[in-house]
């Protein structure tokens, strides 16, 4: 069974950083995308980072620079990170880990396993 687990969110002043974590299990397939999505209120999930199994990473226009998207696949284990600097108040979101099996979609609806979110909250 896959799970994804969250972590490493909270609240932060503009201009600060965060570092999320995802803990993934149960995954055993050579090819993936895993990706961190954001969802406020009012609007759709937005991707804002992806990388696959190859180490490719791609980001959203909005957090280019300021975010940076990390793995580590240790033999028994695999982590996700988010590492989010220069954070504005518009980066104020639930923060999702997904994982799809085989490509960096866009759209959230192609993306098979999810966690339930961390909420990361940025004042101005």
């Known amino acids: 069974q896959v799970q994804l687990v969250e972590s490493g969110g909270g609240s932060v002043q503009a201009g600060g950083s965060l570092r999320l974590s995802c803990a993934a299990s149960?995954?055993?397939?050579?090819?993936?995308?895993m990706a961190w999505f954001r969802q406020s209120a009012g609007k759709e999930r937005e991707k804002v980072a992806a990388i696959d199994n190859r180490g490719r990473t791609e980001y959203s226009d909005s957090v280019k620079g300021r975010f940076t998207i990390s793995q580590d696949n240790a033999k028994s284990s695999h982590t996700l990170y988010l590492q989010m600097n220069s954070l504005k108040h518009e980066d104020t979101a639930m923060y999702y880990c997904?994982?799809?099996?085989?490509?960096?979609?866009?759209?959230?609806?192609?993306?098979?396993?999810w966690g339930q979110g961390t909420q990361v909250t940025v004042s101005s």
């Open positions: 149960g995954y055993t397939a050579s090819d993936y995308c």
């Open positions: 997904a994982l799809s099996r085989n490509h960096c979609y866009s759209s959230a609806s192609m993306y098979v396993y």
